[in-house]
Structures are given as C-alpha cells and as structure tokens.
C-alpha cells in the first residue's frame, strides 16, 4: 500500500512538473505572438513616420531652393549692365553684372523677354518658398504661374503703349519683346481711327488700364495667401 502511495505521489508530480512546463510553453508562445504583432502593427506607423519625414524634407529643400532662386533673380536684374557680353551685346572685357557671365546673360535674356515686369515673379516665388515652409499646400502652382505670365504680358503691353520703341539701357524696351509685339498689335488697329491729337490720350489710358489689371493679376494670390494666413493666426491665437 505505502509502495502504490508512494507512486501515485511521484506521478502526481511529474504530472504537476509536467502542466506546468506545458503552461510556461504556452506562455512563452503567447509572448512571442503578440510581440510578432505589435511588431507587425507598428511596421505600417514607421513606414507613414518616414514616408511624412522625406515629404517633409523635400518641402524644406523646395523652400530653400525657391527662395535662393529669387534672390539670385533679383540680383542678376539689380545689376543689369548693357555693356556685359550677353545675347544682345557682343562686348569683351570684365563683367559687372553680381553673378558673372551666367547672371548678364540671364538678366539680359529677361529683359529682352518681358521687360522689368519679370520682377514680378519674384513675390510669386517667395510667397511659394513660404507656403513650403509652413506646410501650406501648393496645389495649383502650374495655374497660378500661368496666371503671373499671362499679368506680366498685360503690364508689358500696357508698358509699351505707354512708351513704344526702343528704351536706354533695356535690350526690349520697356515692354520686353512681349510687349512690343502686343503693344505694336494694338497700336496698328488704333492707326484705323481718324487721326486726332486725343488718340495719344487713348494709348496711355490703354496702357495704365492693361498695366493696372496685370499688377491686380500678379498679385490676388500673394494678397489672399495673406489674409487666409492672418486669419487663421487670429483664430489661433483666440
């Protein structure tokens, strides 16, 4: 009897010992599966974590690019000299122009172009360096340069009207080619009209009126960007 006691105790242990290995394997099973899932479920967060840090990172480098652009811009037309060698001169000797060769032919090929309405690109560029850098969105660039080319061409027809023909110092006049093509365009179909001491009158009215609504063009974007901006910081800040 004591002998039968004695085995049932053993196997009861073993058994015991037993369980509990089964239970510390299915421990260390559960474990590892839920690791594996937060695992699995924190792979879709680091994926989004580098995917926002790389946009986030190109908007920063756009913004710095857009920015330096518009100051070499501004630089290369600041120091604009007819005598540089460039596309419409043929001259030796240095270069004044702040950029060098690359800045005299740029800024003469600007010039020649559109004139010094070209500037007006400049706020376009910075207003987009800022939106970059802020995290605004940007959708619509394509169409909102489209729209500062077409103002530019306004103001350089309304430019050349105002003052057509050749300008000192300026490879296109005032109007740059753009505007002496549609400023000479216009100027033809008004030398239909009956000549008259007013009709010089008329020219500088159509040129301050062309001039006035590709300035307002240039500028609704730059002018509600800030408005939208000061608006929200209002809110923000109440």
Partial sequence: TSE???DSSISARLLTASQRLAHECNRNIMRTQQR????????????ESVKRGAIRSGALIGAVALALSALILVLALASYRPSDPSMNTAAGGA???????????TSDFLL????????????????HARRLWAK?????????ALGILAGVALVDT?????????????PGGLGGTIGMTTGGL?????SFAPPADWMVWVRWSLGAVFAIIGI???????VSFQMAHAEVSIKNRF
């Fill in 36 to 47: 594996r899932r937060g695992m699995a479920s924190r792979a879709p967060e680091w994926r």
């Fill in 4 to 6: 039968a006691y004695h």
């Fill in 95 to 105: 270069v004044s122009n702040l950029l060098g060769l690359p800045g005299a032919w």
């Fill in 112 to 127: 020649w172009l559109m004139g010094p309405a070209v500037g007006l690109f400049v706020p376009l560029m910075l207003l």
């Fill in 216 to 222: 307002i063009i240039c500028f609704v974007d730059f």
């Fill in 186 to 190: 216009i100027q033809w179909l008004m």
């Fill in 136 to 144: 605004v969105s940007v959708l619509g660039w394509k169409r909102r």
């Fill in 158 to 170: 309304g430019l050349s009207l105002f003052r057509p023909g050749a300008f000192e110092s300026l």
